[in-house]
């Protein structure tokens, strides 16, 4: 009965959306028929598996986070000797003086729930593209791995235009930012083996 209803109101909403097939609401509409219906149940299965692997590896340690962390991001050197840690096991430095920002989140254990949620949650949406005033959001796959990106107008306040988020062998949540680049521009500064050690450590 409950599912009734809500598909009821999905289907007044897509009603209202008739006239715009590709709108936002309309793909929101579509994410909340396939949840409804069951068809993202692949995809809930998969970061279910995911989430039980995760949740029985042991964090690295800060020494093995900062030996991982790269000292250069294709041919931008890292600003200073190593990155630094925060308190959830999570790395960061900047690269070519400020261009690149790079942060990396061990996802495993306890870290586990905080970062596959927000990636289960993008995965999801049906918005693979949407441009909203001064922000451009996209969802792609680039060299097998899914990536959520985001682009700000150059003449917004933001520090960076270029954001691009996703999971590193299965475990390490990624997030890029780039100053005065898109995405796909973001993606091209990263060598292919830039996050190798991280791959080593992930047992």
């Known amino acids: 009965m409950k599912n009734l209803l809500k598909l009821t109101l999905v289907l007044l909403l897509l009603v209202s959306c008739k006239d715009a097939?590709?709108?936002?609401?309309?793909?929101?509409?579509?994410?909340?028929?396939?949840?409804?219906?069951?068809?993202?149940?692949?995809?809930?299965?998969?970061?279910?598996?995911?989430?039980?692997?995760?949740?029985?590896?042991?964090?690295l340690s800060n020494e093995q986070l900062l030996e991982a962390y790269p000292k250069k991001l294709?041919?931008?050197k890292l600003d200073t000797d190593?990155?630094?840690?925060?308190?959830?096991?999570?790395?960061?430095?900047?690269?070519g003086d400020g261009t690149?920002?790079?942060?990396?989140?061990?996802?495993a254990g306890e870290n586990m729930t905080g970062a596959i949620i927000p990636l289960k949650m993008l995965h999801l949406n049906k918005i693979t593209s949407e441009y909203n005033n001064t922000i451009r959001y996209s969802?792609?796959?680039?060299?097998?791995?899914?990536?959520f990106g985001t682009d700000r107008d150059k003449d917004t306040k933001s520090d960076y235009q270029a954001e691009l988020r996703f999971l590193y062998d299965n475990r390490f949540y990624v997030t890029l930012e780039g100053k005065a680049m898109n995405v796909d521009e973001l993606w091209d500064a990263i060598g292919v083996d830039d996050l190798k050690r991280f791959k080593e450590f992930n047992k």
């Open 21 to 59: 097939p590709e709108s936002k609401e309309s793909k929101i509409a579509e994410g909340l028929i396939n949840e409804i219906t069951g068809k993202n149940d692949n995809v809930n299965e998969r970061y279910n598996l995911l989430m039980k692997d995760l949740s029985t590896k042991t964090l």
């Open 74 to 76: 294709g041919s931008l």
């Open 139 to 147: 969802k792609k796959e680039r060299n097998g791995v899914l990536t």
């Open 100 to 107: 690149i920002r790079l942060e990396i989140l061990d996802a």
């Open 82 to 95: 190593e990155g630094r840690i925060t308190s959830d096991k999570t790395v960061m430095g900047s690269f």
